[in-house]
């Protein structure tokens, strides 16, 4: 069974930097074709996709936020993380991470992890 | 602003047939690139629902179909039901500025 899950702080304060991890089994993130997004929903709003890693480490970021984002894995111990520079009330939401088996120009995502809701606040 | 758009709210009685479009550019689902559709229920993650703009995944039911024609696509559901009632997401990719995913507004749908 494929499952992701999504965790960090609940808290962030303006201008600092927000690091979230996803936690992923059931396949291995060095697999041929696979990868995982990160996608984020500020509250009662629209999904916003953010990052994508794939296989082989090469990344690919939403033109809007590429300066602030950064997207890495460690194989090892299952893991994709996100880090997301100066953050800003804006960027409050929920934070999904969803995997990918193929590229991200003709494949979906499927599953999504749970989400985290992460709050930007002084 | 999404790059696709997305009526903000459908509605219909149980049984009846409901539509959601998505139209976006020729960046994007005009350029040929397959539309995908998530569900999210009140308080959950999204959820794959069509991919390859009318295929669905194995347990969603068949009420649920897709197309999409030049810069447009459409979800309908035939037969709403009470389990329905969720907001609707379209995605894609667009080619511009290197190429990127991209979403759709959303829909809410309510159920009668």
């Known amino acids: 069974q494929v499952t992701l899950k999504e965790s960090g702080p609940v808290l962030v304060k303006p201008t600092e930097t927000l690091t979230l991890t996803c936690t992923v089994s059931g396949f291995s993130l060095s697999s041929t074709r696979m990868g995982v997004s990160w996608i984020r929903q500020p509250p009662g709003k629209a999904l916003e996709w953010l990052a994508h890693i794939y296989w082989n480490d090469q990344q690919s970021y939403s033109p809007s936020l590429k300066s602030r984002l950064a997207i890495s894995k460690d194989t090892s111990k299952s893991r994709v993380v996100l880090t997301i520079t100066n953050v800003d009330p804006l960027d409050s939401g929920t934070y999904y991470c969803?995997?990918?088996?193929?590229?991200?120009?003709?494949?979906?995502?499927?599953?999504w992890g749970q989400g985290t809701l992460v709050t930007v606040s002084s | 602003q999404s790059v696709l758009t997305q009526p903000p709210s459908v509605s219909g009685a149980p049984g009846q047939r409901v539509t959601i479009s998505c139209t976006g550019s020729?960046?994007?689902?005009?350029?040929?690139?397959?539309v995908h559709w998530f569900q999210q229920l009140p308080r959950t993650a999204p959820k794959l629902l069509l991919y390859d703009n009318s295929n669905r995944p194995s347990g969603v039911p068949d009420r649920f179909s897709g197309s999409r024609s030049g810069t447009s696509a459409s979800l309908v559901i035939s037969g709403l039901q009470a389990e329905d009632e969720a907001d609707y997401y379209c995605q894609t990719y667009d080619s511009r500025l290197g190429g990127h995913v991209v979403f759709g507004g959303g829909t809410k749908v309510t159920v009668l």
């Open positions: 969803a995997r990918m088996e193929g590229n991200p120009a003709w494949d979906w995502f499927d599953p």
């Open positions: 020729n960046s994007n689902i005009g350029a040929g690139y397959d």
